[in-house]
């Protein structure tokens, strides 16, 4: 072999290994390593994906870094295009970390805001509680007042009702005294003719005791008024009669009032031969006939007038 | 001579060298498709079906076809393609999970709303 020969032979031997060395690709553009670059580029810049996902982005910037060693040293567009893949994925998977740490604050703070919110509301409802307890006792308070209040009136009521009763017992005790008859009209005493003398006007002695009985009635009872009435027979003159009646009546009026009745509550009406309430045709009739009576009011003066 | 056949024989096993870098052999990826699958059955579990289908589906694809990749041998391509199976699983995942803690700030933003809403209905009727 020359020395030519030999020279030759070395020469493409040296040309040969270029060539295969080259021929596992040169640096050309890769898309994808570009595209996974530009996105942990992104997410490198990001302070929520740093702050939150540190080891996410490291394991994606390894991804990155083996990808981007393999495309310098020329090996396959194949095996660049995976690596970067994997480093965006990765670059993905750290976003998304970043976002959950977010998500998981927000529901920390909506689930203590919401732990506030039904404090505040129990908070409430206690203190509602307390002042409906407040109120109730409050009622409850002015219900026995009031029962109390009640009862006492009720005691009272009573009492009055008692005295009433007793009150009534004794008007009755009384009107049993004075021998009156009840009427529509009101208490009647009649005070029969035995009382005045034949023709005459003045009251007998014997008439005093029914009088006293009257006054003493009148002094008990002071809003009672007294109307006198007097009648005769149906002997004598009418006119005789009529002046007879008033004078009986007035005698009557005068004797009450000196026993203490003022006159300002005795009415009187003399109705001569009017009104009689047996026969005049028989001495007994005509007997029942001359009369006077005293007609005691209710307990507001009233009389019922005759008709 | 002797000293240039050894510069040939260098430059011959140089030669040897690159051909032999540029098509190195790879063993069989079980481990790794079984670390996919894993990854897969996580994310599946995190509810990402219902948040990432887009995912998921990718995920699965690139895992069977990984699975074929290796019964034809082709074990550098099983192990690239069970790889992004494994990431796509991880990004599911990780999807899912922010959704579902978004959902549930949702949930718990309007119950105090709710709550607050009720509790002012209460206090000023």
Same mark, same amino acid.
């Given at each position: 072999m020359n020395r030519n020969n030999r020279f030759v032979c070395s020469f493409a031997l040296v040309v040969l290994t270029s060539v295969l060395l080259a021929s596992c690709g040169p640096p050309t553009k890769n898309v994808d390593l570009e595209k996974a670059q530009a996105s942990f580029a992104a997410a490198k810049m990001d302070p929520v994906v740093v702050k939150n996902a540190a080891l996410g982005l490291q394991t994606a910037e390894t991804s990155l870094q083996t990808a981007e060693s393999l495309w310098k040293a020329d090996a396959k567009a194949e095996e660049v295009s995976h690596h970067a893949y994997l480093s965006l994925q990765r670059t993905a998977i750290a976003k998304e970390i970043a976002n959950q740490k977010v998500a998981e604050e927000s529901v920390e703070a909506a689930s203590s805001a919401r732990d506030r919110v039904l404090l505040e509301a129990r908070t409430y409802e206690a203190d509602e509680a307390t002042k409906s307890a407040e109120l109730a006792r409050r009622r409850a308070q002015e219900q026995s007042t009031l029962l109390a209040v009640k009862t006492v009136e009720s005691q009272q009521s009573a009492e009055a009702a008692l005295a009433a009763e007793a009150r009534a017992k004794k008007l009755e005790a009384e009107v049993a005294q004075l021998q009156a008859i009840k009427s529509e009209r009101g208490l009647v005493i009649t005070l029969g003719d !035995?009382?005045? #003398?034949? @023709?005459?006007a003045e009251l007998k002695g014997s008439a005093m005791v029914t009088i006293s009985k009257v006054a003493n009635f009148m002094r008990t009872y002071p809003t009672r008024t007294l109307l006198v009435e007097g009648f005769t027979d149906s002997r004598g003159s009418e006119s005789y009669n009529l002046d007879l009646s008033e004078r009986r009546t007035n005698s009557v009026r005068s004797a009450l009032s000196a026993s @203490?009745? #003022? !006159? &300002?509550?005795i009415a009187v009406r003399g109705y001569g031969e =009017?009104? =009689? !309430? &047996? =026969?005049?045709?028989?001495p007994v009739g005509r007997q029942l006939n001359r009369r006077v009576e005293v007609i005691i009011s209710d307990e507001e003066g009233r009389i019922v007038e005759r008709r | 001579m002797r000293t240039l056949s050894l510069l040939n024989m260098l430059l011959l096993l140089l030669v040897a060298g690159s051909l032999v870098g540029c098509a190195s052999k790879v063993p069989p990826p079980t481990q790794k498709l079984a670390l996919s699958e894993a990854a897969i059955n996580q994310a599946e579990a995190a509810g990402a079906i219902e948040f990432a289908p887009l995912e998921m589906r990718s995920s699965r694809e690139k895992l069977a076809q990984a699975r074929e990749a290796m019964s034809n041998e082709e074990n550098q391509k099983a192990l690239n393609l069970a790889e992004q199976a494994e990431v796509d699983a991880r990004l599911a995942e990780a999807k899912a999970r922010t959704a579902k803690a978004q959902k549930t700030v949702a949930v718990l933003q309007e119950s105090v709303q709710t709550l607050k809403k009720e509790f002012e209905r209460k206090a000023n009727p």
């Open positions: !035995v009382l005045f #003398d034949t @023709g005459q @203490g009745v #003022d !006159v &300002a509550r =009017s009104y =009689s !309430v &047996a =026969s005049n045709e028989t | -």
